[in-house]
C-alpha cells in the first residue's frame, strides 16, 4: 500500500473529524453539490466514498471505497459500500445512473484509466459530478499549511479546470456545468 493510501487507513478518524470541524466549509460543498446532482435513485453510486460524509446526506446509497477503515465508517452510517479502486471498479457496465466523485481525481493514480471505468459504469446518458480542489485555488494554499489536512493532501496531485475538462473529453463525457468558488470547483457531465 503507497504512502498516498495508507494515510486514509491510518488516520481515518482524524479524516473524518475534520468535516465536524470546518461545518461551514463541508455544508457549502454539500449546498453546492445539491445545485447539480441529477435526482438520485437506487443506482447512484460514489466512488471514492470515504466515511460517507457526501453519500448519506445527498442520499447515495452505494460507495466504492479502497480503504477499510474509511469503508468501515460510511457503513455505520447506512451506506453499501464495495471495495474497489477508481481505476477499476468492481461494477457491471451501463448499471449506474449517477457518479459522484469529491476530492477524488486529486488521490487516482491513474486519471485517464479512472475517467475510462466512470464511463463504462454508467447508462447512456448518465451523469457525473465531480468536485475537486483546484490545483491554483485558496484551498490548496489554506489546507497545505493547516497541520492535520497537510497530511492528506500533501499526498495529492490537483488539477486545473481545464485539465478536468480534457479528462472528461477524451473518456466521451459532455461537460454541462462548472461552479467553481474560493478554489473548490464542481463539474457535472454526461456521458456521450
Known amino acids: 500500500m503507497s504512502a498516498k493510501?495508507?494515510?486514509?487507513?491510518?488516520r481515518a478518524e482524524e479524516y473524518d473529524r475534520w468535516y465536524e470541524e470546518h461545518r461551514s466549509e463541508y455544508h457549502a460543498e454539500l449546498a453546492h453539490l445539491r445545485c447539480v446532482l441529477p435526482v438520485i435513485d437506487t443506482s447512484a453510486i460514489e466512488v471514492g466514498v470515504g466515511s460517507g460524509r457526501f453519500?448519506?446526506?445527498?442520499?447515495?446509497?452505494?460507495?466504492?471505497?479502497?480503504?477499510h477503515a474509511l469503508g468501515r465508517m460510511a457503513r455505520q452510517?447506512?451506506?453499501?459500500?464495495?471495495?474497489?479502486?477508481?481505476?477499476?471498479?468492481?461494477?457491471?457496465?451501463?448499471s449506474c445512473s449517477s457518479i459522484l466523485l469529491v476530492t477524488v481525481i486529486c488521490y487516482l493514480d491513474d486519471p485517464v484509466l479512472a475517467f475510462?471505468?466512470?464511463?463504462?459504469?454508467?447508462?447512456?446518458?448518465?451523469?457525473?459530478?465531480?468536485?475537486?480542489?483546484?490545483?491554483e485555488g485558496i484551498i490548496v494554499h489554506k489546507f497545505l499549511h493547516e497541520r492535520e489536512k497537510h497530511r492528506f493532501l500533501s499526498h495529492a496531485r490537483f488539477y486545473s479546470l481545464p485539465e478536468v475538462q480534457e479528462l472528461l473529453e477524451d473518456s466521451r463525457f459532455h461537460m454541462l456545468t462548472v461552479d467553481s468558488?474560493?478554489?473548490f470547483c464542481i463539474v457535472s457531465a454526461q456521458k456521450g
Not at 493510501?5 to 491510518?10: D, S
Not at 448519506?56 to 480503504?67: K, N, T
Not at 466512470?118 to 451523469?127: T, Y
Open 5 to 10: 493510501h495508507r494515510v486514509f487507513e491510518e
Open 55 to 67: 453519500a448519506v446526506p445527498l442520499g447515495i446509497p452505494l460507495g466504492i471505497e479502497p480503504s
Open 77 to 94: 452510517r447506512g451506506i453499501e459500500v464495495i471495495r474497489g479502486r477508481a481505476e477499476c471498479i468492481p461494477i457491471k457496465n451501463g
Open 116 to 135: 475510462r471505468e466512470l464511463h463504462r459504469i454508467l447508462v447512456p446518458q448518465g451523469f457525473l459530478v465531480i468536485g475537486f480542489i483546484e490545483r
Open 181 to 183: 468558488w474560493a478554489g
